[in-house]
């Protein structure tokens, strides 16, 4: 299977993992804002919902959604974000994982989910040739009337347009565009495109 970007910058930068996961503590620690995706996703859930964090990272967004009461499951490829997840956020099951192979019956976890949060720019670190399959396999994680919410930037390699067609093709209809997860509504142009999906 193809690398990630992610995975790739990992390799040629062994401290890429740590740096990451350092800035946002201290992000955190002056205070920073790191909720806004999770604020977004917990408004469109009844209370105790099933979340599933898609590439996860250190935990940010599914671990502001469990202290808001959900049941989380956040998967992510890198263990050194994974680590740091289960130490700054406890509470939530972390899993290391493949999204494009991303199974979670076959871990024991066979309940689907209400919300899948794909947060942080996610879409755009898989390698291209996964990208299709990691939607079909979120939207498999669904539960019926489920939704996702995918957020991602523009000029990143992946235009809108093709992660829209993707989407469909995956069986991902989308019920809301919006520029930013603080409810700017989408305009062609925009920088940035936090999608509401629900399974069609
Ligand atoms: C910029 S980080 C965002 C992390 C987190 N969602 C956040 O917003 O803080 C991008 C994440 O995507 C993950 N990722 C990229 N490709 C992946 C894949 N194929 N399977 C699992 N995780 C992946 C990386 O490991 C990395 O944690």
Redesign the pocket.
């Known amino acids: 299977m193809e690398q990630?970007a992610?995975?790739r910058m990992s390799t040629e930068d062994p401290g890429h993992s740590a740096a990451?996961v350092e800035r946002?503590r201290r992000l955190a620690a002056q205070g920073m804002d790191l909720a806004g995706?999770a604020r977004l996703v917990d408004a469109m859930l009844p209370r105790g919902s099933r979340v599933l964090?898609a590439?996860?990272?250190?935990g940010?967004?599914g671990g502001w959604l469990a202290g808001a009461g959900h049941t989380v499951v956040g998967?992510?490829?890198?263990p050194v974000?994974i680590a740091a997840a289960e130490a700054d956020h406890p509470g939530p099951r972390w899993l290391v994982?493949?999204?494009?192979e991303l199974d979670l019956p076959a871990a024991g976890i066979p309940e689907p989910f209400d919300a899948v949060v794909c947060?942080?720019?996610?879409m755009t670190?898989?390698?291209p040739s996964?990208r299709g399959e990691?939607l079909r396999r979120l939207r498999t994680h669904l539960a019926p009337g489920g939704r996702a919410a995918i957020g991602f930037g523009a000029g990143r390699g992946y235009p809108f347009e093709d992660f829209l067609d993707d989407a469909r093709g995956a069986g991902l209809s989308p019920d809301v565009l919006l520029s930013t997860w603080d409810l700017r509504p989408y305009a062609p142009g925009a920088d940035f495109l936090v999608a509401v999906l629900s399974r069609s």
């Open positions: 990630s992610w995975a990451y946002f995706e964090d590439g996860c990272g250190p940010r967004v998967v992510d490829g890198d974000l994982g493949d999204l494009a947060a942080g720019n996610v670190f898989l390698a996964t990691v």
